[in-house]
């Protein structure tokens, strides 16, 4: 093969994966905004004020229960899930040698973190709903922080990894035990980063349906009692869907739109957060 030829095949090549990359990223990107504008022109027509105010069978109808259900229980399973995955974290970055628990924990987080939340909602059920005999909010934010414990755990530890070791030294040479170092320099130099895992830990489990299904039920009432039936956003959407009445049915389209800006919302957080940390450091 001769260097022309060679050279016209490298460029051939590297012009049709280009195409490809091309087409492929359009055809990403306009599913969706396909996705997004259907879900925008298929709810707007419910959206208002009345939404966050109105219960379902109000006229207009809301979904004022669910809304405040969903973010009690985000707000319970971040109380229980946040300092187990951040003390995880902080264990797996900052006491791994000579501890025979590191390698096996970090392992069960992976695996965790990968288990589908379907899966996650029927043990929740099995341990947590059926002793009981019904479903209950203490139930739902368990399984909630069941899912955010590995994303937080192993988020921290990378983020502690990423901290000089040479700070770690320079305190510990100051005469600061290994616990005052964590606390007062270890985690405050990474403080961005693990901020931004927990938003994306809470990002995810504000669209979690399933663990909420078989745990808290499709109770449509407000319980400020966490051991009885609680209310949420998502097992509501998928309730609504099946409802015979048109309005409810289009009350389920303007909650899906209104739960996708909002994690679009915490992603741009997230990457603000992301950017500022990065700025500072």
């Known amino acids: 093969m001769t260097p022309e030829l060679h050279n016209t095949i490298s460029r051939s090549a590297s012009r049709t994966m280009y195409l490809l990359c091309i087409i492929l990223t359009a055809t990403i990107v306009s599913i969706l905004i396909l996705v997004t504008a259907y879900l925008v022109y298929s709810g707007v027509?419910?959206?208002?004020?009345?939404?966050?105010?109105?219960?379902?069978?109000?006229?207009?109808?809301?979904?004022?229960?669910?809304?405040?259900?969903?973010?009690?229980?985000?707000?319970?399973?971040?109380?229980?899930?946040?300092?187990?995955?951040?003390?995880?974290?902080?264990?797996?970055?900052?006491?791994?040698?000579?501890?025979?628990?590191?390698?096996?924990?970090?392992?069960?987080?992976?695996?965790?973190?990968?288990?589908?939340?379907?899966?996650?909602?029927?043990?929740?059920?099995?341990?947590?709903?059926?002793?009981?005999?019904?479903?209950?909010?203490?139930?739902?934010?368990?399984?909630?922080?069941?899912?955010?414990?590995?994303?937080?755990?192993?988020?921290?530890?990378?983020?502690?990894?990423?901290?000089?070791?040479?700070?770690?030294?320079?305190?510990?040479?100051?005469?600061?035990?290994?616990?005052?170092?964590?606390?007062?320099?270890v985690l405050p130099s990474a403080t961005g980063s693990v901020a931004t895992g927990i938003m994306l830990a809470v990002a995810r489990v504000a669209g979690e349906t399933a663990p909420l299904i078989f745990t808290a039920g499709l109770s449509s009432y407000m319980q400020f009692n966490p051991s009885q039936p609680f209310p949420s956003m998502t097992a509501q959407i998928y309730d609504f869907r099946t409802d015979p009445s048109p309005d409810i049915r289009s009350l389920a389209f303007t909650g899906m739109m209104v739960l996708v800006f909002l994690i679009f919302a915490l992603n741009l957080a997230i990457r603000f957060v992301t950017r500022k940390h990065r700025a500072m450091g």
């Not at 209950?136 to 000089?164: D, K, Q, S, Y």
């Open 45 to 185: 027509g419910q959206l208002g004020i009345h939404l966050f105010t109105h219960l379902p069978g109000d006229n207009p109808p809301g979904m004022k229960n669910s809304i405040v259900g969903t973010v009690i229980l985000i707000a319970m399973a971040s109380a229980l899930g946040i300092p187990i995955g951040l003390l995880s974290g902080v264990y797996l970055a900052e006491y791994d040698r000579g501890s025979r628990l590191v390698a096996p924990l970090r392992f069960v987080c992976d695996v965790l973190a990968g288990v589908p939340s379907v899966v996650v909602g029927v043990l929740g059920y099995v341990l947590l709903v059926k002793p009981i005999g019904h479903n209950n909010g203490w139930a739902g934010a368990m399984a909630l922080a069941f899912i955010m414990i590995p994303i937080v755990a192993r988020t921290t530890e990378e983020m502690l990894r990423l901290v000089p070791y040479s700070y770690r030294e320079a305190s510990i040479a100051l005469g600061a035990t290994k616990a005052i170092t964590i606390l007062t320099v």
